[in-house]
């Protein structure tokens, strides 16, 4: 394929990545397309590049506080502590974000970058992309890099959901126009066996989303018709063929955008982001009688992309923005009392 043709399709769509490098906008928009003025040589490799994401910080970077914030979020609810951020070295002086804490609370994925640099310079940087973490004795481990295409191959992977062996993720990447969801498997102990999702998934528009434990139920946010506006929730259920026909989730939807969703161990309690006097907010809507009820605010103000461990506590986004311009994001959690 024409590197120059797919870096304009890859540095398009990844300016739409799981809030990446920004918050997620009100309503969906058309993505603009970047001027690039010059095409680097890319030369496959014998391997992956090793390198820490702290080397690829600029060093003139600010690390913020939550003493520096302006902005910072704002708890809504008395079952949780006050929300602060992660210890290093799942944060550092770049941009944590996407984050996807495992049950046991014992494993955090996130997705990383530099910093708010400009989107050509995170597909050529070699840190960009999915790491995983490990606490052991308490303590978190350095982060490992999860590669997810072969040395060499261009590629932004992101928006990871894992669940036992299994990791699904969003990737634009060669050979592809566009995001795509794909999957891939834990094999000893590495991830491999990568695979593009079904025709039936990409006909549903599915974008980010969450399988319940039991593996039945999928829910996903979509901007695909029949919604309410923006981003809408939607839900799809395995069967023998495949999946099911769509669903919409109306009780969390509104004429505003809401996705990221997340489900409880229990399947009692759906998490999703949704945009909120004019920034992201998380909300929970709590299933009673085998119904999803009202949902009801949590944690505002640029806090976004839930997921929580089986003791109930909440691991989220949180971007630092200063006049309208992000400085930098971090993974926080609010400890459940």
């Given at each position: 394929m024409n590197k120059t043709i797919f870096l304009l399709a890859i540095l398009a769509a990844a300016i739409v990545f799981a809030g990446c490098t920004q918050a997620p906008s009100q309503?969906?928009?058309?993505?603009?397309?970047?001027?690039?003025?010059?095409?680097?040589?890319?030369?496959?490799?014998?391997?992956?590049?090793?390198?820490?994401?702290?080397?690829?910080?600029?060093?003139?970077?600010?690390?913020?506080?939550p003493e520096l914030d302006k902005l910072p979020p704002i708890l809504h609810s008395d079952e949780w502590e006050a929300p602060v951020p992660l210890p290093a070295p799942i944060n550092t002086k770049g941009a944590e974000d996407s984050a996807f804490m495992m049950p046991d609370g014992n494993t955090i994925y996130v997705w990383f970058t530099p910093g708010t640099q400009d989107l050509q310079k995170q597909l050529f940087d070699n840190v960009t992309g999915i790491y995983a973490l490990h606490k052991v004795n308490g303590q978190w481990s350095d982060a490992e890099?999860?590669?997810l295409s072969e040395p060499g191959k261009l590629g932004l992977d992101g928006c990871?959901?894992?669940?036992?062996?299994?990791?699904w993720f969003c990737s634009a990447r060669e050979g592809y126009t566009g995001i795509h969801l794909f999957t891939a498997e834990f094999v000893n102990g590495k991830w491999t066996n990568w695979q593009h999702v079904s025709d039936q998934l990409v006909a549903y528009e599915v974008g980010e989303m969450?399988?319940?434990?039991?593996?039945?139920q999928m829910y996903y946010h979509s901007p695909r018709a029949g919604g309410k506006g923006g981003y809408d929730i939607w839900m799809i259920e395995r069967n023998d063929g495949g999946w099911s026909e769509p669903v919409n989730v109306e009780i969390v939807n509104s004429n505003e955008?809401?996705?990221?969703?997340?489900?409880?161990?229990?399947?009692?309690?759906?998490?999703?982001?949704?945009?909120?006097?004019?920034?992201p907010a998380i909300?929970?809507?709590?299933?009673?009688?085998?119904?999803?009820?009202?949902?009801?605010?949590?944690?505002?103000?640029?806090?976004?992309?839930?997921?929580?461990?089986?003791?109930?506590?909440?691991?989220?986004t949180h971007h630092f923005y200063e006049n309208g311009t992000m400085i930098e994001a971090d993974i926080y959690v609010a400890r459940k009392k």
């Open positions: 309503q969906p928009t058309a993505t603009p397309q970047p001027t690039i003025t010059a095409t680097p040589t890319v030369q496959a490799a014998a391997a992956y590049p090793r390198m820490s994401r702290e080397s690829a910080i600029p060093l003139d970077e600010l690390k913020m506080t890099r999860i590669w990871e959901f894992v669940q036992g062996n299994e990791m969450h399988i319940t434990a039991d593996g039945r955008t809401e996705g990221w969703p997340f489900v409880t161990q229990d399947g009692n309690e759906l998490w999703f982001t949704r945009i909120y006097l004019g920034s909300f929970r809507s709590k299933k009673i009688n085998a119904t999803w009820s009202e949902p009801e605010l949590i944690i505002s103000q640029f806090a976004g992309e839930s997921s929580l461990d089986n003791e109930g506590n909440i691991y989220f």
